[in-house]
C-alpha cells in the first residue's frame, strides 16, 4: 500500500556509519568531499549526521539539523566510474541533490544498499 502511517515513518529501520560525498545539489555539481556520516534511514527518508562518538548527543544539541533526504521518487544505483573507490552507491533525489555511499567491507554496504532500495521501492514514486 501507498499509505505510509506516520507512525511507520519515524521509525528507524537502520543506522550506522558509511563514507559520505555529496556530488550535486539541487543538479548543480560539488566538489567531491568524503567524509565519515552517521546515517539513519526511516521509510521515507535518510537523514545523515556529523560524524561524532556520540551521534545522539549531536542530534540534541539546539538547532542542530542532520542533512535530510527524501527518498520519494529517488534512484539508488551502484557505481564504478564516480570515485576510484571500491562498493559505491549513488542517490539521486528528484530535487538533483547526488550523494555518494562507501564502506569497504562489503557484507555493510550490501546491506544498505538493499534496506535503501527496499525503502525507495516501497514508496510512491512521486
Ligand atoms: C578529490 C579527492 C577524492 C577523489 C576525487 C578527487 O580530490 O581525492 O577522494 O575521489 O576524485 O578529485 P580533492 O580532495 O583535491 O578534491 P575518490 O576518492 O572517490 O576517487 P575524482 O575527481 O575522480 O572524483
Known sequence: TDIISSQEQT???KEGYLLKA???DGGKKLRKNWSTSWIVL???KI???????????V?????YKPECVDLCGACIEWTT???SRKNVFQITTVSGNE?????????????????IKNAIDRLPKE
Open 11 to 13: 521509525v528507524v529501520e
Open 22 to 24: 555529496k556530488i550535486a
Open 42 to 44: 526511516t521509510a521515507q
Open 47 to 57: 537523514e545523515f549526521y556529523k560524524e561524532s562518538k556520540q551521534p545522539a548527543l
Open 59 to 63: 542530534s540534541l544539541k539546539p538547532g
Open 81 to 83: 566510474e564516480k570515485s
Open 99 to 115: 550523494f555518494l555511499l562507501q564502506s569497504d567491507i562489503d557484507f555493510i554496504i550490501l546491506d544498505w544498499f538493499h534496506a
